[in-house]
């Protein structure tokens, strides 16, 4: 239900700095999410044609792939208000996925030792 505002509180809100600050930061990050959103397109297609070529996909783009589908995930996050956090570069690059692609490939490599033996 909507609750009714006072003209006093309507007119604070619509000259309140922060949110004509926020409006900035979002088309920044817009602007940002469609480069990083161009840049996975271009990742898969890489990805996929590595996969085709040598059998196996890439470490090294899936652990890019893992940070850029992080760093859209906080940009909407951002943008839908879901999080006051600002996304690169107002913030670290996220990197948590690179840890966790490492991980998941030294256990595959880990697992295809083993099956070899």
């Known amino acids: ?17 922060k949110h004509w600050q926020r409006l900035i930061f979002m088309l920044l990050f ?8 161009i ?6 297609a890489l990805q996929f044609l590595f996969a085709l070529i040598t059998g196996k996909d890439n470490a090294n783009l899936r ?9 859209i995930f906080q940009a909407l996050q951002f943008l839908t208000y ?4 600002k996304p690169f570069p107002f913030s670290d690059w996220p990197s948590a996925a690179r840890q966790k692609a ?12 083993d099956d070899s033996q």
């Open 1 to 17: 239900m909507i609750e009714k505002i006072s003209k006093d509180e309507l007119k604070s809100n619509l000259l309140s700095p």
């Open 30 to 37: 817009a602007v940002l999410l469609h480069v990083a959103s």
């Open 39 to 44: 840049t996975m397109w271009v990742l898969v």
């Open 63 to 71: 652990s890019l792939g893992g940070s850029i589908s992080t760093y």
């Open 82 to 85: 879901s999080s006051e956090q």
């Open 102 to 113: 490492k991980k998941e490939e030294k256990a595959i490599e880990q697992a295809a030792a």
